[in-house]
C-alpha cells in the first residue's frame, strides 16, 4: 500500500497515510457493533506520525474503551462518519477506519478480537488469529 489517502462521506474531512499499517483489526464488541451500525468494526492502526488531515477539522466524541481506558473518536460534523479513535492505552498510534479509504481494495483484518460477542452467522477465516477479548 505505501501511502493512502481516504476521507468522510461527504467530503469535508480528508486525509492522508504514508505508511502501511502496523495491523488490521476486526473488534465484534457491541460497542463497535453499535457505533458502525454493523456486524464489526475494522481498525487500521498506524503511527500518529503517519497521519495527517489534508481537508476539515474533525469533531471529537470522548467516551471509554471496554478495558476502561480513555478513547477520543474523531468524525465528521456533517456527515457523522467516524473516521478513527485515539485510545489512551496506546499513545502514539490512531486506530484509522480502513472503510474511509478511497481504495479498500488492500484492507484484511490480520486479527479478530471480541469474538464472545461476535455475530453467529459469521465465519472467521482459518488459521486467522483471533481473541475471545483483547489481546494478551
Ligand atoms: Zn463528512
Ligand atoms: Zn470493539
Redesign the pocket.
Given at each position: 500500500m505505501g501511502s493512502a489517502i481516504g476521507g468522510c462521506q461527504c467530503g469535508a474531512l480528508r486525509y492522508r497515510i504514508r505508511a502501511d499499517p502496523l495491523a488490521v483489526t476486526a473488534?465484534?464488541?457491541s460497542?463497535?457493533q453499535t457505533q458502525s451500525g454493523s456486524a464489526f468494526?475494522m481498525s487500521m492502526v498506524v503511527g500518529e506520525n503517519d497521519f495527517k488531515w489534508t481537508a476539515g477539522t474533525p469533531r471529537i466524541y470522548h467516551t471509554n474503551a471496554?478495558s476502561g481506558a480513555t478513547k477520543e473518536c474523531l468524525f465528521c460534523a456533517e456527515c457523522g462518519v467516524r473516521i478513527l479513535n485515539r485510545l489512551g492505552s496506546m499513545p502514539g498510534t490512531l486506530n484509522v477506519k480502513p472503510g474511509t479509504l478511497d481504495d479498500t481494495s488492500g484492507v484484511a483484518p490480520t486479527l479478530h478480537?471480541?469474538l464472545v460477542n461476535k455475530q453467529p452467522w459469521l465465519v472467521i477465516p482459518e488459521g486467522t488469529r483471533s481473541f475471545d477479548r483483547n489481546p494478551g
Amino acid at each position: 500500500m505505501g501511502s493512502a489517502i481516504g476521507g468522510c462521506q461527504c467530503g469535508a474531512l480528508r486525509y492522508r497515510i504514508r505508511a502501511d499499517p502496523l495491523a488490521v483489526t476486526a473488534c465484534h464488541c457491541s460497542d463497535c457493533q453499535t457505533q458502525s451500525g454493523s456486524a464489526f468494526s475494522m481498525s487500521m492502526v498506524v503511527g500518529e506520525n503517519d497521519f495527517k488531515w489534508t481537508a476539515g477539522t474533525p469533531r471529537i466524541y470522548h467516551t471509554n474503551a471496554d478495558s476502561g481506558a480513555t478513547k477520543e473518536c474523531l468524525f465528521c460534523a456533517e456527515c457523522g462518519v467516524r473516521i478513527l479513535n485515539r485510545l489512551g492505552s496506546m499513545p502514539g498510534t490512531l486506530n484509522v477506519k480502513p472503510g474511509t479509504l478511497d481504495d479498500t481494495s488492500g484492507v484484511a483484518p490480520t486479527l479478530h478480537v471480541w469474538l464472545v460477542n461476535k455475530q453467529p452467522w459469521l465465519v472467521i477465516p482459518e488459521g486467522t488469529r483471533s481473541f475471545d477479548r483483547n489481546p494478551g
